[in-house]
């Protein structure tokens, strides 16, 4: 069955600190996505890559990057969190680009205090 | 700019009803539209996988139309049950931007026992 796995469900962070969010898939995808969901505002895409190494901006990229060193891995860095990165973090993915069905983490609420 | 629209917001039906609910969407050229599920903190579980070329799918007692020439889609949920509360969300894959994935806002259905 498919698998995409975030490494926390609640975070609690103080603004300033780095913070390291991932998440792990366990069906050989080649894209991954980072979303964030605010209410109102729905979901909105950070960022995604589609191969080792590759990235691309998504909507909403200010203030955080990724990294993408394994196939099955991809983190979402916060350089330096802030309050208005209080958010729910979802991690996806998907085998090929826009053709392919898309697979969701559980989430990671974030709180920045 | 793709944009998807769900309507209605918010529903409330008493146990046992059939219901649907809408999405529409503004540009038809798409590779596929997804139905997701998410309940209250939690990340989104695919539903139903449309692609461009199907008119319906089914899973169960859902069933997922898409009219792609009208930009519309509908989900059907047959003799609802209080375990289906939750929000349903659409989202489209537009050709044109390839890895962007476009969401409605949703529609937060209660069902009551």
């Known amino acids: 069955d498919v698998k995409v796995t975030q490494s926390s469900r609640y975070l609690v962070k103080r603004t300033g600190e780095k913070v390291f969010l991932e998440c792990v898939q366990d069906?050989?995808?080649?894209?991954m996505f980072w979303y964030r969901q605010d209410p109102g505002l729905g979901l909105r895409l950070i960022y995604f890559?589609?191969?080792?190494?590759?990235?691309e901006k998504g909507d909403i990229p200010e203030g955080y990057s990724v990294s993408r060193e394994k196939k099955e891995r991809f983190s979402l860095i916060l350089e330096s969190a802030s309050t208005n990165q209080t958010s729910m973090y979802l991690c996806?993915?998907?085998?090929?680009?826009?053709?392919?069905?898309?697979?969701f983490g559980p989430g990671t609420r974030l709180t920045v205090l | 700019k793709q944009e998807v629209t769900q309507i209605p917001a918010a529903l409330s039906v008493p146990e046992g009803e059939n219901l649907v609910l809408n999405c529409s969407f503004t540009?038809?050229?798409?590779?596929?539209l997804q139905w997701f599920r998410q309940d209250p903190g939690k990340g989104l579980t695919s539903l139903l996988l449309?692609?461009?070329?199907?008119r319906e799918q089914t899973s169960g007692r859902l069933n997922a139309s898409l009219d792609k020439s009208s930009g519309r889609s509908t989900l059907y949920i047959a003799a609802s049950q209080p375990g289906d509360s939750a929000t349903y969300l659409c989202?489209?894959?537009?050709?044109?931007?390839?890895?962007?994935?476009?969401f409605g806002t949703g529609t937060s259905l209660t069902v009551i026992p």
């Open positions: 996806a993915s998907s085998l090929f680009a826009g053709e392919s069905r898309r697979y």
């Open positions: 069906m050989d995808h080649e894209n």
């Open positions: 890559s589609y191969d080792v190494k590759m990235k």
């Open positions: 540009d038809s050229a798409i590779y596929n």
């Open positions: 449309i692609q461009s070329s199907q």
């Open positions: 989202a489209v894959s537009p050709i044109e931007t390839g890895n962007q994935f476009y």
